[in-house]
């Protein structure tokens, strides 16, 4: 059985920094295409990050560069999203999840997180 299960989160002035973590289990996030994707109320889920299963590739939202960094932790079998510089349009729901293939689309993914919420206050 696979569980995606998440930490992190909270509430953060602008400016300040979060570190999410998405710990699975019943899967290796070494062979595995890992993304983090957000969800603002009334809107839909969106892209925030990739990386490949070897770790090499690596994508980002045109909101996350140079901001959050994706990372994985093979031994601890987690998956990381630093967020730095934060801003108040960073709050959302942020969601981890597993996917068969490099791609930015929420539809390719099958295995997701609980959600985490982040609020940025400004």
């Known amino acids: 059985q696979v569980q995606l299960v998440q930490s992190g989160g909270g509430l953060v002035q602008a400016g300040g920094s979060l570190r999410l973590s998405c710990a699975a289990s019943?899967?290796?996030?070494?062979?595995?295409?890992m993304g983090w994707f957000r969800q603002s109320r009334g809107k839909e889920r969106e892209f925030v990050a990739v990386?490949?299963?070897?770790?090499?590739?690596?994508l980002y939202s045109a909101s996350a560069k140079g901001r959050f960094t994706v990372s994985r932790d093979n031994a601890k079998n987690t998956v990381y999203l630093q967020m730095n510089s934060l801003k108040s349009e960073d709050t959302a729901v942020y969601f981890c999840a597993h996917s068969r293939g490099f791609s930015i689309e929420s539809s390719r993914y099958d295995y997701w997180g609980q959600g985490t919420q982040v609020t940025v206050s400004s």
């Open positions: 990386i490949g299963w070897s770790g090499g590739t690596i």
């Open positions: 019943g899967l290796k996030v070494s062979k595995y295409v």
